[in-house]
Structures are given as C-alpha cells and as structure tokens.
C-alpha cells in the first residue's frame, strides 16, 4: 500500500486562480492576471494581485492586502512561474479582495484600491481536475497540487475599461483546460531535506 502522506513539505496553501487573455487564439498574450488567496505561508496569509495588461498599458501593477505575502510570492513562487511579476522594485499597492459566486455559474474576484477597481470574472466553467507536478516538473524545484476549473469565457474589468482579449482553449496533460483557471485547494510543496 502507498504511503498515505506525500513525501514533500508544504511551501502554501491556498488558491491562485489566472487570467490570460488574447486578441488572436493564444498567439500572443494582451492580459495576465495571477491572483493570489494565501490560506498559509511563512509569511502569513492574505490576498495578492499581479497584473500585466492592455489595460494598464503593459506595465505591471501588484496589489496586497499583505505585502508581506506578496513579497514572499515573489521570491519563491511568480519568480518562476513569470519572471515580470517578481520585480521587488515594483511597489505593491494596498487593496482589499472580496469574492462572489461559484463555478457553477460565474465566479468574480473583485480588488479595490485607492485609485482603481478590478474585477476579474469566469463562466462557461468546464470539467474541473486536479492538476499534480511534483518538486522537479517543467524544470521548477517546486511542486504544486491543485484543482483547476477551466473558463471557457473570462473578462478583466479595470475601472470601467474592459479588456478585449478573450481566453482560449489549453490541454493540461489529457484533459481540456483553459487559459483562465480558478485554481483553487492549491498547495505549493518543496522537496524535504
């Protein structure tokens, strides 16, 4: 019988659930979105936003409500997943984060700070599965577990502006996903020893 407790150590826990969107299917990207609900980390737990968009005229912006957790995100986790958001130049703007709805319908992840409004919404959910790269998959020293919920339809909202780029269709291994995800029951894990 398998061990009943995976052999690696837990880095965080929580969700992070994406938006990339496109003008051409996927060709190129106009919008990036990596938002972040940190249940645990050593750095304490909170929200985060990273955001590269049209509709921020390419340049990245971060918000936290725990700047805290998103310097950590940085350091450990964005700088592999998308080097442009780990710049620990970029200052990260305090927001606070509220959520509505589930995938069975829309799901909306709203982020309000001093000077903006984001909202970032996904519909047309497909069959969710549970994505599993261990510590050394796509050659990151890092693991991660998570159940995915592809969108078939998203939308970015800053300000009343809404981007124009649309998701597209992505095959995560044998099973359909999507360029936009509610990656949610996330754990982040990091060999022991």
Request: net charge neutral.
């Amino acid at each position: 019988m398998p061990a009943p407790v995976d052999p690696t150590n837990v880095l965080m826990t929580g969700e992070n659930s994406f938006i990339r969107l496109s003008p051409d299917g996927g060709k190129t990207q106009s919008d990036r979105l990596s938002h972040w609900r940190v249940l645990w980390c050593p750095a304490g737990s909170g929200h985060a936003l990273f955001i590269q968009s049209a509709l921020t005229e390419g340049k990245v912006r971060i918000y936290a409500d725990n700047a805290a957790v998103a310097r950590w995100l940085q350091r450990t986790i964005e700088t592999l997943l998308f080097p442009a958001f780990a710049d620990p130049d970029l200052p990260v703007l305090g927001a606070e984060f509220a959520r509505g709805g589930d995938p069975h319908s829309t799901a909306v992840e709203t982020v309000v700070a001093t000077a903006d409004r984001i909202r970032m919404t996904w519909w047309d959910c497909i069959e969710p599965f549970v994505l599993t790269l261990p510590p050394g998959s796509n050659n990151r020293p890092i693991g991660v577990f998570s159940t995915f919920f592809p969108a078939k339809s998203a939308q970015v909202e800053l300000n009343g502006r809404v981007a124009a780029g649309r998701p597209w269709p992505e095959m995560r291994g044998d099973r359909q996903g999507s360029s936009a995800c509610l990656a949610w029951s996330e754990t982040w894990v990091t060999p022991r020893g």
